[in-house]
């Protein structure tokens, strides 16, 4: 094993070692523990990358922790899937983490940068793990990770909502513990693999317990990713946060739907006999639903957070609409929207909060307020992230929306998803053109107080327009991009390959 | 009656305890429940290896059935993992209590409290009760 073989593990182990290194700096300097956390967020960016680049040739590759042989130890495994995923958060990272350095949030309390870095250990150690209770293990490691970050800045709404937030999860948590103790009773194994190596050869007569088992998973997942019913917490959690912290959450819905595409092909596949694409039926229904709630709840939001996360969610409910269908070209548009999704989400929230930064005891309410500074140049950020956010053209949004009602086409439902999807993108269009006429076009009456906020630096609004950036380059190499998904896709919906590889050629 | 239907019933009992305490409206309520969701889940977990009695966990000379050690190992992160979570939820279900004067879940002050149940009004120079503090943050 060479040392580049390791590479695998880094963005595991980078944050793990930035963290702790950035709390002893912050001790004796701010700057220096600052540098280092910044220093971490690039270099896992650069890992990401370099990752990416190697899992160009289409080879999946299994790193044994302690070199302990595949289903008894713990595997990391690298293919197309986890790549990407890796890069889109080392991406979203580092936008944040220079917003938050920028606006002086990590300021507000003493550990936001060992948090954060914490946070991105257990995601990314959720993209990268082969083993379902180690996928349990890095998801405590981050939803820990968010409860600091979430009441980071503390106050007394985002406390309540905090409250809610944890209780939710520890029960999410319990739950998963049991679908795994069903699965690993029912099989003898936690690999990935193995696993699906395992319910592929099972009896008659465990038949109803693994469909059981496979429900239960699904609804853990269908939890983190907040789809209704599961989905009451998230408005209420991303909406009394700090919107920085926010922005980073965009992604942790998409793990949820990550961890659905990396088990179902491979667990649930068509191998698996009467288990086969068990949650298929129940998906379909779930994502309509949360695509109307959470575009219904942009319509109906009043103030930029609330509506953030209302087109977080609403963007999770369009993904798995693509997602339910369980077709190799329909996950190829998930992709490609999930990782637009993401950026779009985050792009939001940065607004809201450069927003709310400008007026003062107005902050982010959907009222008419006196003219603040930057008012223009937020606008136009504000209404290009909400182009995103929608999917109208020129922003990638369009791009991923187009590619889902292509593939969709040819699924049996096709009618209810393209009648969703456009009919939600509407509901969204008008929600946020009500908004944002009124936050940046009308001014308040004469009377009304002027604004107690002094000028703020420009640098703040880089960043926003920075993922907006992306979202444009991301719409330019569009046909690389959608190239990319295809073929992730291709190697999702080929388990078999992914089963050789962690198990060994014998396994074939 | 058998081992198997005693652990069994013991889980049933504790989900079922554990479930309808966290559906509770009280956070110290709904943190028992937890804790007892949690001891079912463990007991679960422990019971998915089978439940044999006296057998080694790893490897002795001579003996050809073991137990399985490795639920065994999933309850112990499983433990620590719970007892870490259990230990936030009480701090942070505490601070909310003395932040907002309410030991509801959704932090808003059930109406009866405020003449029925002194134990649930705020110590004397908190901040005002639930309502009024989120009537002032949405101003």
Sequence with gaps: MTALDHLVIAPVVIPAVVAPLALLAMRRRRRVGVAISMAGCVAMLVAALWLFGIAQDDAIRAYPLGNWPAPFGIVLVLDRLSAMMLVLAAVLALVVMIHAIVTAVDRKGWHFHPMFHFQLLGLNGAFLTGDLFNLFVFFEVLLIASYGLMLHGQGSARLKAGVAYVIVNIVGSALFLIALGLLYGLTGTLNMADLARRVAALGSQDQGLVRLAGLLLLTVFALKAAVVPLHLWLPRTYAATAPVVAALFAIMTKVGVYAMIRTVPLIFGDAAGAAAWVPAPWLLPAAVLTAIVGFAGVLAARAMREQAAFAILGSTGTLLLAVSSWTQATTAASLFYLAHATLAGAALFLVADATLRRRGQYGDATVPSPRFAGQDVLGLLFMAATIAAVGLPPLSGFVGKLFILQTTFAAPAWVVVWATILGTTLVGVIGFARSGSTLFWKTAAADADAIACTERSRVELAMPAALIAVLGLLTLGGGWATAQAQATATQIFAPQRYIAAVLGEEAR | ?139
């Excluded at chain 2, 429940?33 to 006296?54: E, H, K, Q």
């Excluded at chain 2, 505490?94 to 004067?101: A, D, H, I």
């Excluded at chain 2, 509801?104 to 002050?109: E, L």
């Design chain 2, 1 to 139: 009656m058998s081992l198997e239907f005693l652990v069994a019933s013991a889980i049933a009992v504790l989900t079922a305890g554990g479930v309808y305490l966290s559906l509770r409206g009280r956070t110290f309520q709904v943190v028992l429940g937890m804790t007892m969701l949690s001891y079912a889940v463990n007991l679960f977990l422990f019971a998915i290896g089978r439940l044999v009695v006296d057998r080694p966990p790893l490897f002795a000379k001579g003996v050809t059935d073991h137990a399985d050690p490795l639920p065994q190992a999933l309850v112990l992160t499983a433990i620590v993992i719970t007892f870490g979570m259990t230990a936030l939820v009480v701090i942070l279900s505490l601070r909310s209590f003395l932040e907002s004067g309410s030991d509801q879940v959704d932090g808003i002050a059930d109406p009866s409290d405020e003449t029925a149940d002194d134990t649930a009004a705020p110590p004397s120079g908190a901040v005002p009760s639930g309502p009024t503090a989120e009537r002032e943050a949405r101003q």
